[in-house]
């Protein structure tokens, strides 16, 4: 790309209707390439609404939205393959095994994701050498999120949304996960710059602690838009109470 | 990666989990036993040819149909794998002709068994090597038509809270002229004295199949994208 | 909005048109030497037949459009067209029934390949409201119903085409027939029955269409007046709810 652009998520004036009801109400921030992001905001607030529209799975209904320097939802077909979703559904088919999930998606995806040995890298990086042959409703909860996440970063995408990616985990497997997501230099997979991500979640202090920008929704509207260091806990306790 | 790339792997992974965990195709052969089964008592034990056992025979292919039509998107709904294949680079119309391939190979893996038994159960004398090979090809058209517009009619209704009432509901009209055609050609080769299959009911079958596979392509984006 | 604007001068041209077709249809046009009376028909039943395709048809044009351009308003205008379309359907098929007694002596016959037609089309379209209703996510619903409409677009043509084939009863077809034999009066007479029920049709395309739409719009504006979460939303409806 001959100018590629700083900001990996660019939004002006986003609105996302559900019907009659406004879900996302006039939303402007950038994020640049690279950053982490701490998305929080009370249930209900639009942050999942907010994810699945700079996935490219739902358009927005009004306003501007530049994803990966793409305009969304014109440009939809230019970020495919190129983000990442960890989500509260899994996005994996119960009745094949985890190893054939993979697979699939990679076909899917093209490219460097199809071939084994990322396969293989991913199964070993989410612990799940050994549950490689389970069909995924055998799994726990736990498994699932951690296969959910392997085929999530089978693409080695830019940007990685992740909507509460942590929830069901124990300790261990939460750490484990949480540093196969985080903010680490993109893998030799790829080197297209910095992986950005954005973070949904409920615990402020987690979320302040790796990210880079706080976002606070509220009712489908910005309402905390600041640096880590920045934030206080009012703001916090404003934004949930 | 080639949308005819795409194409297969959809169709592979139809296949992979009817065989893991079969659900459509048994399913559809035992319906159609059962319905043979009921024919052969609703009709008071009467063999029959002609026209009546094409008409048997193509509104049970159907009825059976659509009970793989119903389940042909659940995965796309239940499991999320409409979101999952929006994330890929994959395009809406590999998915549509991929739904609508494994519908007609699901269909083509039931009339193997079941034209076989419907001879058996209530055909009152056997066609000839000529008339049964005249048959199957029918019938290979005319699954490709049901399959072509059950994977429209699948995901519509696959999009709907009640999937199941709206999939005949849908379905039925839209095939409505394909078994009419089909009815038309199988009738006279399973007359006791079989007669020819004029030639416009395989032109009209075709063109069907064709019109109804461009339809699918033509809303493949509407179907995929939300 | 400009489909308002245009609803004084449409009833204006539709009344006039509508007068002029009832005069010729029922005073000026000769009464048929063989077919008496029930000949009139032809000035009712096949523009009604003719202008309920037209209006399906127009259905999966915008229909197509929404899937495009995604705009709510096109999904309107598919729904108010398939639901003209529907209306226009009963209508054919009733003074198709009514015609069918006249000249043949029988309320329905399966051999004539029109009126089956219009059968499977009337209940392959009936089952539009029931999908819209069945789909409780609206923009859902909205790209679905136009899926709906570009398919069911597509098969009244073919379904005409092969029900023709499969019937080999060969009645006179009503819509090549008409002013064939007849006085000039007479087709002139059909031709205004087109005419006449068309602008009908466009007339009450206009007026369900700015119905709903000012619906929707005092809604809108009740909920900027009031508070966007003073309205509570639309439960379920068949109908498109936003704009």
Partial sequence: MPDEPTDAVALDGLVRRRGERLVLRDLTLAVPRGATVALLGPNGAGKSTLLRVLAGLLRPSRGGCRVLGHALPRERAAVKGRIGVLAHEPLLLRDLTVRENL????????GEAATPARI??????????????????ALSRGLTQRAAAAAALLGDPELLLLDEPLANLDPVAAERL????????RSRFGAAGPRTRIVAGHDPEAALAESDLVVGLRGGALALLARPADVTDAEIGALYR | MSARADVRTVLALEWRRERRAPQVLPTMLLFSVGAFVLYRFGLQDGSIDGPLAAGVLLVTTLLAALLGIGRLWTAEQDEGQLDAYRLTPASPAALVLAKALALWTFLLALHAVALPLFAFLLLSSAPGAGELAQVVLVLVLVDLGIAAVGAVVG?????????????PLLGVPLTIPAIAIASEAIGPLLRADPGVVDGRWWLALALYDLV??????????????? | MSHARRLLPLTIVTTVLVVVWVVVSVAVAPTDQTEGIRQRLTYLHPAFAILTLASFVAGAVFGWKHLSSDRPLDDLKAYVAVHLGQVFCAISLITGAIWGKAAWGAWWDWGEPVLVTFLIIFLLYATYQPMRFA?????????????????AGFFAPVCFGVVRMTTNVLHPQPLNDPG????????????????????????????????KSTRIRLRALQRRVEGEDAVPPVARSSSPVTL
């Fill in chain 1, 103 to 110: 697979v699939h998606r990679g076909r899917l995806l093209g």
């Fill in chain 1, 120 to 137: 293989d890298a991913l199964l070993e990086a989410t612990d799940l050498v050994g549950r490689a042959a389970y069909p995924v409703a």
């Fill in chain 1, 178 to 185: 949480g540093a196969l997501l985080g903010p680490a230099p």
């Fill in chain 2, 155 to 167: 995901a519509i209704a696959a999009a709907a809270r009640s999937r199941e009432l709206l999939v």
């Fill in chain 2, 212 to 226: 109804f596979l461009l339809v699918g392509w033509a809303v493949s984006e509407g179907i995929v994208e939300d």
């Fill in chain 3, 135 to 151: 789909i409780e996510d609206p923009e859902r619903q909205a790209r679905t119903a136009s899926v709906f409409a570009v398919a």
């Fill in chain 3, 180 to 211: 064939s034999n007849l006085p000039g009066s007479a087709g002139l007479a059909f031709g205004l029955s087109v005419l006449a029920i068309g602008a009908l049709l466009v007339t009450l395309w206009h007026l369900e269409l700015v119905h």
